[in-house]
């Protein structure tokens, strides 16, 4: 499952590093729960918990109904 999470990662990277950040997969559990980090101006921004869920976790669900949740690292 890992290397599908890194593919639809890559589909995500180009907006979020158009932003000045990006984000980092650190572990991807066998329960479902992804665990990425944001960085960059990603870190740092207020709405980087929105970008997370309704972005990040909205497409990686979409994409690989075994994930469960993402969450921040």
């Not at 907006?15 to 665990?35: F, R, T, Y």
């Not at 740092?44 to 990040?56: H, Q």
């Amino acid at each position: 499952m890992k290397e599908k999470v890194l593919e639809v990662l890559q589909k995500i990277r180009p907006a979020l590093q158009a932003d000045g950040g990006d984000v980092v997969l650190v572990d991807v559990g066998a329960d479902g729960i992804v665990k990425v980090k944001l960085t960059g101006a990603c870190g740092s921004c207020p709405m980087s918990m929105m970008t997370l869920k309704n972005g990040i976790e909205r497409m990686l669900k979409q994409e690989i109904p075994e994930v469960k949740e993402v969450v921040q690292a």
